[in-house]
């Protein structure tokens, strides 16, 4: 009876499930996802499994389904990097895929080469959001899932070329991350009345992606805050602006706190579309990070302030300490700005045009007269103190200002002095045989000049533009490990070249005045047009160092490959490993073998090591290979299989010649960097030298 009834009922539910949950899979077995997300180390790595579930989030390397609502109903299926899967919200997904982590993120990774696929078998309402606190946002069971929050607050926002927020609705932040620029509303203090996402894992962090979201529109709103500096034990004037975009009056409850601790508080009315100007002080008791809050009615605004210290009572100290740094400063800057003013009139008599230094000598000109006003002025403020007190040692900050600036001013022209002189004598001693030698039997004594200006010469120097304008994750503008700080001190100090950074689109306009191009890996599309303008720089005489990444799956091998592909160098979408030879993992390879007859590797020798993370090349025509992979080296792609197998000595640097000017290819932006104490660049830097100077024509 017991077999009978459960026959009639599988038949009756079978009878009412869509037509697309039948469709047969060879050898596959339907797991519903909350069972597959509840046992996931049993399936993990473990075959291919079948599963279904409704599209709810999309991005370019995959899409997240759900089969229900709440914990362990969802999860990512990964499609492949920047594949764009043919999916939208709402459609219902069968999926084939091989459950896997990543980064601590549950996935399915679908790749039709091992017969793994998805498909959409129909439509279907989006589940609707599990309704959870803020504080359980990082919970395991909710990866994938569709969440909401109520009632929560906006407590601190980030910008850069995406937005990351904090929100809390009392019981704990949550985290958001949008990959693109949110609206300028959602600033903190403001308050969602509810806000979708769906969960996501980044590098073992959990982060809540934005779907939809409605703030509190309160007609009484704090619309500005305005504020010139917070200094310890200063009153500090802030003014608010409250405005009613109402269609009545509203009496408006105006508060002020300074880290929690009211500071103000008024009571006023304002008439529809009226603003009101608030103006109260703060006096901030200590310096560093601090909070002011400001509420009208519902509206809230949190302003980080970073309170600096008095600078009335440092002068005390500081203006002495500043005056015998002055006087040390200058002790060394005077001779060396004699030494200037002579090798300059030296040249001009000999007909040399300063070129890329003038501006340069013009800047140190007009500093060291400004040096001199500041100074001046300082002396004569000190001697109207010291008429009033014989036995002051100590003055206020408008007299401390002035030596400070003199000292400070001074040290940025020793700078300068140290980097044009050298650039000068070295010209004085290649023209000074030409300029002073005398006419044909018109020789004068060895104690006198015969200067005549037909030299006809120059200053030309190198000048290096490194471009940060395609999101490189390696980037001039950082100071941290991934920054470029050593690589420039040392083009600036060892070459003697100027460095400047591109932050704007590349033009040929911009690169003609320019020697050397360094392009690492971009995270954002080379253009067509900028290609084109690379290639014209090139081919007119330009030097291009292009590099590829440190990671498969993050090398932009097809915009590196738009720039250098029609020389004969391919980036790969692979990335270096070996087992033996590395600095602790085999995705952290050293590599050794060079090319020691190109006169870009004059640096280097047989033994020494570079540390290397990132692609491999593939090289033709007239290309050249500079620097490959040990024996034991191989490369993979990102599903692990294998490129270029042990023994290949693959190729991760290479050199041509393209019409007047020369491209260098290296697979590794990391090697070029900060990272790792150091490592990368100090190892790096031989054949990194080696290579700028041949791309320059100074081999």
Known sequence: MRKSALIITLILV???????????????????????????DSYAYGGDVLTRGIVTYVD?????????????TGIYVYTGYKSYPSVQKGDVVEVYGYPKYYNGLRELSVNPTYGEYYSVVGAAEVPQPAVIPTADYDRPEYQSVLVKFVD???????????????????????????????????????KFKYFVGVVYVYRNSYEVLPVEYQLYNPAVKVTDVEYYAFMEEVPTRVRATVFNSGSTASNVSFSATFDGVQVYSAEFTLLPGESKVVEFYVVPQSTGSHTLTIIAEESEKIVPVNVIPNPYQ????????????????????????????????????????????ESRIQWINGTMEEIKREYSLYNTLKGLLIQQNPYR?????????????????????????????????????QVKPICHAPAPGNETPANQTNATPSTNVTIKITKVLIDASHGQYYN?????????????????????????????????????????????????????????????????????????????????????????????????????MDDDMNTGRKWFPLVGIYNLDHPAMKFLSAD??????????????????????????????????????KGSKPIIAAAVEA???????????????????????????PFVKGVLLWLAHQE
């Open 608 to 645: 020494h090591q570079m540390y290397y993370n990132g692609d491999t090349l593939t090289v033709s025509g007239s290309v050249t290979w500079l620097v490959r992979g040990y024996e034991t080296a191989y490369s993979e792609d990102r599903d692990g299989n294998i490129v270029y197998e």
């Open 60 to 72: 370019s390397n995959g899409f997240m389904i759900q089969n229900g609502s709440g914990a362990y």
């Open 314 to 357: 440092l002068s005390y100290g500081l203006t002495p300490y500043y005056e015998r740094l002055y006087n040390k400063e200058m002790a060394n800057v005077t001779p060396l700005y004699e030494n200037l003013t002579w090798v300059v009139g030296e040249l001009t008599s000999c007909g040399v045009s300063l070129g890329d230094l």
């Open 14 to 40: 079978l009878s009412l499930m869509p037509v697309w949950t039948l469709k047969p899979v060879a050898a596959a077995t339907y797991i519903p996802l909350v069972e597959l997300n509840q046992n996931f």
């Open 393 to 429: 040692n100590a003055y206020y900050y408008p007299v401390m200002v002035h030596i400070r600036k003199a000292a400070m001013m001074s040290r940025d022209v020793m700078k300068e002095l140290e980097f044009v002189l050298p650039i000068l004598h070295s010209t004085y001693e």
């Open 152 to 190: 929560a607050k906006i407590t601190g926002r980030y910008d850069s070329w995406y937005t990351k927020l904090w929100i809390d609705d009392g019981s704990g932040e949550a985290y958001i991350f949008s990959s693109s620029s949110l609206p300028s509303t959602l600033e903190p203090g403001a």
């Open 476 to 576: 001039p503008t950082k100071t941290d490990q991934n920054g470029m700080a050593t690589l420039i001190e040392n083009i600036k100090n060892e070459l003697g070249w100027i460095v400047d950074i591109n932050t704007e689109p590349i033009t040929y306009e911009k690169l003609k005045d320019y020697d050397v191009l360094i392009i690492t890996n971009p995270s954002q599309d080379i253009t067509d047009g900028e290609a084109q303008a690379i290639q014209e720089f090139v081919e007119n005489g330009g030097g291009l160092f292009i590099l590829g990444e440190s990671y498969y799956g993050h090398v932009y091998y097809k915009s590196l490959n738009k720039v250098v592909g029609k020389y004969g160098i391919q980036f790969n979408n692979d990335e270096l």
């Open 659 to 685: 019409g007047q000017g020369r491209i260098v290819a290296y697979g590794s932006s990391r090697a070029i960097s900060d990272a790792y104490y150091g490592h990368y660049i100090n190892t790096n830097w």
